[in-house]
């Protein structure tokens, strides 16, 4: 697949969110290509990716980490990047997407 770069100005408004404030309302993990699949097994819960995550998207108490918040996740990887343990791992959404197809379906 080729894309075509354009200038900013010929870029088409994608959407357009007016009101400051509102990202609890805006459940932006529907724009995520990639998701962080946690190995719990690896986990140390040392937190950094807590620390790291630019989207408040990691559910903390002051000795665990929990599962992402895929409400809000938008995928940008930081989190596996700076886990010093290897615990997570960028997977497709659409490879998540079709396998859970492939179970539902049987
Ligand atoms: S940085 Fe890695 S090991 Fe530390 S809490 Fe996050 S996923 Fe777990
Ligand atoms: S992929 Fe990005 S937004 Fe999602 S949990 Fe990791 S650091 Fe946060």
């Given at each position: 697949m080729s894309y075509e770069l354009k200038p900013w100005h010929e870029i088409p408004v994608g959407?357009?969110?007016?009101e400051a404030g509102s990202s609890k309302v805006n459940k932006t993990g529907?724009?995520?290509?990639?998701?962080?699949?946690?190995?719990y097994d690896k986990c140390t819960h040392c937190l950094i990716c807590w620390i790291?995550?630019?989207d408040?998207?990691?559910?903390?108490?002051?000795?665990?980490?929990?599962e992402t918040d895929f409400d809000y996740c938008k995928g940008c990887g930081i989190?596996?990047?700076?886990?010093?343990?290897?615990a997570l791992e960028m997977v497709p959404e659409m490879e998540i997407k079709?396998?859970?197809?492939?179970?539902?379906?049987?």
């Open positions: 959407s357009i969110v007016p529907s724009w995520r290509m990639l998701r962080p699949v946690l190995n790291f995550c630019p408040d998207s990691i559910p903390v108490s002051p000795k665990e980490r929990f989190c596996a990047v700076e886990c010093p343990y290897n079709l396998k859970e197809l492939e179970e539902q379906l049987g």
